[in-house]
């Protein structure tokens, strides 16, 4: 079903496709303050974000790329950059971010928004990181970070989700994660997917306290587990 623009569920789902994708979650990282989208994103694209997620809106490439969401992970305390991020795209971001922390992170492991699950009380960070790239991640994110993975993968900021709300947890995630996680974030988690099955969860689902968009492929059955989740 697509139903771009609509409202669905609760009072603030809503479904779309990004640049004739249902994968929305690859083109967007949001915080509860800014959501940072590629210039080229269609203006009612820009209008449904601003509605949704009541953020300011930074537009920029990152590396060149469209591709911000596995390469940006943030909250209203700071955001944290891959290496491979442009000088003016850096410049562009600092500019409209003037009160938080911002961390281009010096690490072999580029793939940054994949490998950080962050709200604004806590950080579950990759093992990849070594223990310098941990402690300047805590430091720019000024929440207790931990290292780990979920359901034994380590990208840890790909197939979950958090908000100050609530979480989306990988589907193969064990009960035990789940309560982990849900202590330690102080949020509950709850497995779900998106776009009819995915499990990478982050790639089709943009989402902070106030809203969530997710890809247009997503079931009905999947929009009441993101709601229940997300507490949207």
Do not use: W
Not at 53 to 64: F, M, N, P, R, W
Not at 136 to 158: C, F, H, K, M, W
Request: a neutral charge; proline letters at 3%; aromatic letters at 6%.
């Amino acid at each position: 079903m697509r139903a771009g623009r609509q409202e669905l569920v609760g009072h603030g789902i809503y479904v779309e496709e990004f640049f004739g994708t249902v994968e929305v979650g690859l083109f967007a990282t949001a915080t509860d303050n800014v959501c940072i989208v590629p210039p080229q994103i269609k203006p009612r694209h820009q209008k449904l974000i601003e509605k949704a997620l009541e953020v300011e809106i930074i537009k920029t490439t990152i590396a060149g790329s469209f591709l911000i969401g596995p390469l940006v992970a943030g909250n209203s305390n700071g955001l944290v950059i891959s290496c491979m991020v442009l000088d003016e795209e850096l410049e562009k971001i600092k500019n409209n971010i003037r009160d938080s922390n911002l961390l281009v992170l010096d690490s072999k492991y580029t793939a940054t928004g994949n490998l950080i699950l962050v709200n604004d009380r806590a950080a579950l960070v990759s093992n990849y990181f070594n223990k310098h790239e941990v402690k300047l991640i805590q430091d720019t994110l000024g929440v207790e970070v931990i290292q780990g993975t979920i359901a034994n993968r380590p990208y840890v900021g790909s197939i979950a989700v958090v908000t100050n709300n609530g979480g989306v947890i990988h589907a193969h995630a064990s009960k035990e994660e789940e309560k982990r996680l849900s202590d330690f974030f102080k949020v509950e988690f709850i497995p779900g997917t998106v776009n009819d099955g995915v499990l990478f969860v982050r790639s089709g689902l943009i989402a902070n306290s106030k809203g969530a968009i997710v890809g247009s492929r997503t079931t009905g059955p999947e929009l009441m587990i993101l709601s229940r989740a997300l507490k949207v």
